[in-house]
């Protein structure tokens, strides 16, 4: 059973271009989160979805970025016009349904390391 | 979620037991006590979960106090591929299924061969 798969590992983008990060969740998992990890930083919430909704994007910064999870396909992160301040690295989680929130347990992928030259 | 305090760092010698201590003061009935931990340039990992008993599995023991106050994740021989990132997080059972994790700032766990 392959775990969370994220790719690419590493993209490199340059002012202005734009970057999509992709997260295929755990098999029979329909609930995705993105983190990210600026250097040196700790680890922060970004969005929360299910298959085709959004149910918590209260981290998601305001401009540039969205999210999606079709129902079809992998999940996607996506960062129009990338600036130097969005190098970092990007970690999607996965879970079940059918766990109460306090039992859930996440499972994460290896991340996206985004440079932004 | 309620707030967690944890030291930032620990060193341990391999192959001897680790205690990685974690305060949660203002821990609420409903809130279950995780811990997960990331090592160099990956993801996190869950490591283990409880509520109010002492918990083991294949890769730890949660040791929790009587008043839930605080918790001690238990290596019980560590290694030097346990050298990480240890984050204790606490999540309310009200707080709705599938919410978000809060990171805090972790333990860093040096492991001397």
């Known amino acids: 059973n392959a775990g969370v798969m994220q790719n690419p590992r590493h993209l490199v983008r340059r002012r202005g271009q734009e970057a999509r990060l992709r997260c295929s969740p755990m098999?029979?998992?329909?609930?995705v989160y993105w983190y990210r990890q600026l250097p040196e930083e700790g680890l922060k919430f970004m969005v929360y979805?299910?298959?085709?909704?959004?149910?918590?994007e209260s981290g998601m910064p305001k401009e540039r970025f969205s999210a999606e999870f079709p129902k079809e396909g992998p999940s996607i992160l996506r960062i129009q016009q990338v600036v130097r301040g969005d190098s970092a690295a990007y970690f999607c989680a996965s879970s079940s349904i059918g766990q109460g929130a306090a039992k859930n347990i996440q499972y994460f992928g290896a991340g996206t390391r985004l440079s932004v030259l | 979620d309620a707030k967690t305090t944890q030291p930032n760092s620990m060193e341990s010698n391999e192959e001897e037991p680790v205690h990685l201590p974690c305060n949660h003061s203002t821990i609420s009935g409903t809130d279950y006590i995780h811990w997960y931990r990331q090592l160099p340039s990956q993801g996190p990992e869950y490591v283990i979960h409880g509520l109010t008993s002492n918990v083991n599995n294949r890769m730890a023991s949660l040791a929790i106090a009587e008043d839930r106050k605080s918790s001690t994740l238990i290596l019980h021989r560590a290694t030097l591929r346990d050298a990480a990132v240890y984050y204790c997080?606490?999540?309310?059972?009200?707080?709705?299924?599938?919410?978000?994790?809060?990171f805090g700032k972790g333990i860093t766990l040096s492991v001397r061969p």
């Open positions: 979805l299910q298959k085709e909704n959004i149910i918590d």
């Open positions: 997080i606490l999540r309310d059972l009200n707080t709705g299924a599938n919410s978000k994790l809060t």
């Open positions: 098999k029979g998992h329909s609930h």
